[in-house]
């Protein structure tokens, strides 16, 4: 499974299969054999910019036993590849040296795949979700601010540091019955309403612009509400 973080790119390993291409948000496939054992050479074969001429690797083509070999050094390795390592290691390099990895966090490229990598930041299928049962109108459109692919510029700042979205939508009913929910379980942060009547002394009449002309009018009865 290939695809790309940012910018899009070219898996090419010709001695393998055809290029294929590797674009952000979105995933491609490789389906191949290398039939004989030995060292061949691959390399990114779309311009992407700086040290594009430093993107290439060796591809080592081994019998079971001798890979079964290579993923048990590799094993060894300290460094373990999760949201954080990621983080560092994508950022725009040049003739970066071969990494190895003991593991791998198993959501991790779902992450990468839905540009998400981000603690906090909605993920491309939570939003084609919401879209999927009929979107949120004008209301959703700062949902797409975490998903522009500047993300070093908005990394970590899209709202502030604390980051929020709307991940899911819910009913009429269901909200009231949270709404509900919350009163029972707070109830002191849901005080009753105070209905008694609040005397204006004084206060015109609704369309007067004198206070001669309500002189001997009783005051107004105004309902004093606490939210």
Not at 3 to 32: C, D, R, W
Not at 56 to 65: I, Y
Not at 144 to 150: A, G, H, K, R, S
Not at 166 to 189: F, K, L, M
Request: with cysteine.
């Amino acid at each position: 499974r290939i695809t790309s973080s940012a910018v899009m790119n070219s898996f090419y390993i010709p001695a393998l299969a055809g290029q294929i291409y590797a674009m952000p948000g979105m995933e491609t496939k490789l389906h191949a054999v290398i039939n004989r054992p030995g060292t061949y050479s691959g390399f990114s074969a779309n311009y992407s910019g700086a040290g594009f001429s430093g993107m290439r690797f060796a591809f080592h083509g081994l019998s079971d036993q001798a890979f079964d070999q290579w993923v048990a050094q590799a094993r060894t390795a300290s460094a373990a590849l999760n949201r954080d390592s990621y983080l560092e290691l994508e950022k725009p390099s040049e003739n970066e040296p071969v990494r190895h990895y003991a593991s791998v966090d198993p959501d991790l490229y779902g992450a990468i795949l839905n540009l998400c990598v981000e603690r906090g930041k909605m993920c491309m299928n939570e939003m084609m979700s919401i879209d999927a049962k009929g979107g949120l109108g004008l209301a959703g459109v700062r949902n797409t601010l975490p998903l522009q692919y500047d993300k070093l510029a908005r990394r970590g700042a899209v709202f502030g540091n604390d980051p929020s979205y709307v991940a899911s939508i819910c009913t009429a009913e269901e909200a009231a019955a949270v709404s509900r929910a919350s009163r029972d379980a707070w109830p002191s942060y849901w005080p009753a309403k105070n209905l008694s009547p609040l005397r204006g002394a004084g206060l015109l009449r609704p369309g007067t612009d004198s206070r001669s002309a309500e002189a001997d009018t009783p005051p107004l009865g105004l309902l004093r509400r606490e939210l």
